[in-house]
T-cell receptor
């Protein structure tokens, strides 16, 4: 079965610093990949998605992610983090016939001023 | 243009009571998904429904849990005879079509069983 691993449970960065959140997937074929963000007490908001084509995907709020088949990775990046980016970030994959997602355990981002 | 609406936001039940969680999908969306999020964990798929049909319930516990999405009205996730281990955040998501449509999530219902 497909799975998603987020190796970093908690990351702290300074405001203005660059950010990279790691995500590795396990699946034989090319998966559909997603990054979601969850603010405290809120639902999940889609940041970006990869289905096929260009392996560098641009999302909302200045985020981007790169699909690397050779590394089975889909890491999320942002060149300059803002304090409002503090939240929990989930990587997810969908390899089924519907939009049924398998989520990673999440990475909690803390931003220091 | 309302998003996915879930109510109540918070629900407290004593052990043995029933919990009923409601979800109204986004306008134009006919696919509904329920996920459960335990503390410090990611979301786990529970069930996928279309109008009047359960398409995939592979993530639903075999007992006490049921879901429906009637022709009229919201989708309902029902938990009978709740236990402490049912305490979690339950999220509903909807999509327009299957597979290629991204999911839009509600803000969740936080169930606490005392």
């Amino acid at each position: 079965a497909q799975s998603v691993t987020q190796p970093d449970i908690h990351i702290t960065v300074s405001e203005g610093a660059s950010l990279e959140l790691r995500c590795n997937y396990s699946y034989g074929a090319t998966p559909y990949l997603f990054w979601y963000v969850q603010s405290p007490g809120q639902g999940l908001q889609l940041l970006l998605k990869y289905f096929s084509g260009d392996t560098l995907v641009q999302g909302i709020k200045g985020f981007e992610a790169e699909f690397k088949r050779s590394q089975s990775s889909f890491n999320l990046r942002k060149p300059s983090v803002h304090w409002s980016d503090a939240a929990e970030y989930f990587c997810a994959t969908n390899t089924g016939t519907a939009s049924k997602l398998t989520f990673g355990t999440g990475t909690r981002l803390q931003v220091t001023l | 243009n309302a998003g996915v609406m879930q109510n109540p936001r918070h629900l407290v039940r004593r052990r043995g009571q029933e919990a009923r969680l409601r979800c109204s999908p986004m306008k134009g969306h006919s696919h509904v998904y329920w996920y459960r999020q335990l503390p410090e964990e990611g979301l786990k798929f529970m069930v996928y429904l279309q109008k009047e049909n359960i398409i995939d319930e592979s993530g639903m516990p075999k007992e006490r849990f049921s879901a429906e999405f009637p022709k009229e009205g919201p989708s309902i996730l029902r938990i009978q005879q709740v236990v402490r281990g049912d305490s979690a955040a339950y999220f509903c998501a909807s999509s327009r079509e299957s597979r290629n449509s991204p999911l839009h999530f509600g803000n969740g219902t936080r169930l606490t069983v005392t």
